[in-house]
C-alpha cells in the first residue's frame, strides 16, 4: 500500500524569502509519479509540480522546485521569493503506474508574512 | 474554456438522507474521480469513471455510488448520509489514460454538512 507524510502542519514564511515543505512516501512499484498540489482558501486545487520517479532530474516551475531523494523517498518542495499569493494548503501526493487513484498526505498550511 | 464545475457549492443535509452531488470535467477530458476531503484532511480516493464504468473504488462503503453519463459528467450519490460523511466532496477530471501520465484537474467542490 502506498503512504504519503507530511510531518509539517502548518509553517510560515516572510514574503520574498524561502521556504521548504517536507514529505515522505512510500510505495513497492517502481514506476510512480509525485505531485504537490496547492488548495488556496477558495478551496479549488491546482497541480504546483510534478515529477516521474524515473527521471533523476529535480523538476522545476518557475519559483517551485522538488528536491527527489528516491533512496530516501523523499520529495520535498522548495518555494523560492515567496509570495503573499502562496498562502495556501499544500498536499503531497503520489500515483503509480498500476493504478488510477492518487493518495493525498494530511498537507501543511503555509502562511506567507508581509 | 471552462474547467471542472462542480454543483451545488454547499448544502445541508439530515442524518439518513440522500445526497446527489454532480461534477462537470473540463473540456477534452473522459474521466472523472472523486475525493472526499475532511476538515484538516487530504483527499481521500472515492472512486473513478471511465467510459460510464466504475474502474477503482477506494475503501468506502457501498453508500457511496456513482455514475457516468455520456457527456463525461458525473455524478456522486450518498445514501443513508451519516454525520462522518460531512466534508468537501472533489471531482477531479483527466484523459483516460493511467495514473500520472495525465494531469487531473480538480472542482472547487461541494460542502456537504450532515445534522
Known amino acids: 500500500a502506498q503512504t504519503v507524510t507530511q510531518s509539517q502542519p502548518e509553517m510560515s514564511v516572510q514574503e520574498a524569502e524561502t521556504v521548504t515543505l517536507s514529505c515522505t512516501y512510500d510505495t513497492s512499484e517502481s514506476n510512480y509519479y509525485l505531485f504537490w498540489y496547492k488548495q488556496p482558501p477558495s478551496r479549488q486545487m491546482i497541480l504546483v509540480i510534478r515529477?516521474?520517479?524515473?527521471?533523476?532530474q529535480n523538476a522545476t516551475e518557475n519559483r517551485f522546485s522538488v528536491n527527489f531523494q528516491k533512496a530516501a523517498k523523499s520529495f520535498s518542495l522548495k518555494i523560492s521569493d515567496s509570495q503573499l499569493g502562496d498562502t495556501a494548503m499544500y498536499f503531497c501526493a503520489c500515483t503509480t503506474s498500476g493504478t488510477y487513484k492518487y493518495i493525498f498526505g494530511t498537507g501543511t498550511r503555509l502562511k506567507v508574512l508581509a | 474554456d471552462a474547467g471542472v464545475t462542480q454543483s451545488p457549492t454547499h448544502l445541508i443535509k439530515t442524518r439518513g438522507q440522500q445526497v446527489t452531488l454532480r461534477c462537470s470535467p473540463k473540456?477534452?477530458?473522459?474521466?472523472v474521480s472523486w475525493y472526499q476531503q475532511a476538515l484538516g484532511q487530504g483527499p481521500q480516493f472515492i472512486f473513478q469513471y471511465y467510459e460510464e464504468e466504475e474502474r477503482q473504488r477506494g475503501n468506502f462503503p457501498d453508500r457511496f455510488s456513482g455514475h457516468q453519463f455520456p457527456n463525461y459528467s458525473s455524478e456522486l450519490n450518498v445514501n443513508a448520509l451519516l454525520l462522518g460523511d460531512s466534508a468537501l466532496y472533489l471531482c477531479?477530471?483527466?484523459?483516460?489514460?493511467?495514473?500520472?501520465?495525465?494531469?487531473?484537474?480538480f472542482g472547487p467542490g461541494t460542502r456537504l454538512t450532515v445534522t
Open positions: 477531479a477530471s483527466s484523459s483516460g489514460g493511467l495514473a500520472g501520465r495525465y494531469e487531473q484537474y
Open positions: 515529477q516521474e520517479a524515473y527521471k533523476q
Open positions: 473540456s477534452g477530458h473522459d474521466t
